[in-house]
């Protein structure tokens, strides 16, 4: 059976490589055949060449579309210069967060009432009807978010955001945004930047819900992530303090057996300045254990030498108890930041947000 099959594909074969052949012969002895096969031939690879570079620059567009809520943009206010900070953004349902922090709230209003939030589709004609929007200040720190309640659709959206206040002499006369990565020159104090809200970088949060509490809101934009942070510093800084105690702990005990040596008392880690000048650059701040042990044990050093390894080891356990008294004094301010941010989620915080909602939707025909 496997002989009979191979027979069948060698007469396939065959059959083509006569066929090729009889075409070959026909259109290099036919010269319209000819011009026409290589007419046909340069057709094809143009189209084949046009076709592939939409096909590239339709998934560069798609994949733009959906991951266009970049959050390491550098934005700023067009008049003020104020840095605008965006951070990753989330969703849930029909409800879009998208939070920012200003850098620099000297020259700009962090009251919720002096803005106005703009959206603008980018490739639709307009954005639904039901589509509005509210914009928040978490007290005077310029930490804020804007929450989109409406089905957006999934492509970009650009948002701009116009401060009217007058706090400021800055807030005079044009500077520029850039909407849809084209710089436009407008009269208003306004930040620019363009999200999905279904793009593939925006989370998904069940906790985001139309009756959650500014608390919530809240945590869900910053305190959260502010408290992860605290919390993972916090652990870092005691891995760090344990392997310094480690080492403080061992040198001490190699440092006992020296003292041994040098006829000292055990628990004396004080520097000796007895020890020979012209050896002092043999002290280091930083000494092997085989060093310590051959000092401890070996005969074949001298008293001078033993004494520039101890010093040196002594240099070394008086750096490292002041690194621990850092990381002790980091770990006192981490908890002081935690109970900040504690006292201000809790408590604070009521008094001293601010929210706004007007919306103005606006076709692309006109995108200053």
Avoid: C
Avoid at 124 to 139: D, Q, R
Avoid at 233 to 249: A, M, V
Avoid at 338 to 355: I, R, V
């Amino acid at each position: 059976m496997f002989k009979k099959g191979f027979w069948k594909l060698k007469k396939l074969w065959l059959e083509m490589l006569r066929g090729y052949q009889y075409l070959n012969r026909f259109i290099k002895t036919n010269l319209l055949a000819n011009r026409l096969f290589f007419f046909l031939i340069t057709i094809a690879l143009i189209l084949g060449s046009v076709s592939l570079g939409y096909y590239h620059k339709s998934k560069d567009e798609y994949i733009k579309a959906m991951t266009v809520s970049d959050i390491d943009q550098s934005l700023s206010f067009s008049q003020t210069g104020t840095d605008f900070k965006l951070y990753p953004q989330s969703r849930n349902d029909n409800l879009t967060v998208i939070p920012f922090k200003l850098n620099n709230t000297e020259d700009q209003s962090v009251e919720a009432k002096d803005y106005l939030v703009s959206l603008m589709p980018i490739t639709k004609e307009k954005l639904p009807k039901n589509v509005t929007s509210s914009i928040l200040f978490f007290g005077v720190g310029g930490e804020g978010a804007i929450v989109i309640k409406g089905e957006l659709p999934k492509e970009p959206v650009s948002v701009t955001i116009r401060n009217n206040s007058d706090i400021s002499m800055n807030n005079r006369g044009t500077g520029t945004v850039q909407i849809n990565g084209v710089e436009q020159e407008v009269n208003y104090n306004g930040v620019s930047f363009t999200i999905n809200a279904k793009a593939k970088n925006v989370k998904q949060n069940d906790k985001i819900n139309q009756d959650m509490s500014i608390k919530e809101l809240y945590n869900i934009t910053f305190a959260n992530r502010q408290f992860k942070s605290i919390n993972e510093q916090f652990k870092d800084s005691i891995k760090k303090e344990k392997t310094l105690n480690n080492r403080l702990t061992d040198l001490m005990k190699r440092v006992k057996r020296v003292n041994k040596t040098l006829d000292k008392d055990e628990n004396d880690f004080t520097y000796d300045n007895s020890a020979d000048d012209s050896d002092e650059e043999k002290a280091s701040n930083t000494v092997s254990n085989s060093d310590l042990d051959n000092a401890a044990s070996s005969s074949d050093i001298s008293n001078t030498d033993i004494e520039n390894i101890r010093n040196s080891a002594v240099d070394e356990m008086k750096e490292i108890s002041n690194e621990i008294d850092t990381e002790n004094d980091k770990q006192e301010g981490l908890k002081a930041q935690q109970e900040q941010l504690n006292d201000f989620s809790n408590n604070k915080m009521f008094d001293l947000t601010s929210m706004y909602s007007k919306t103005e939707l606006r076709s692309n025909d006109n995108p200053k």
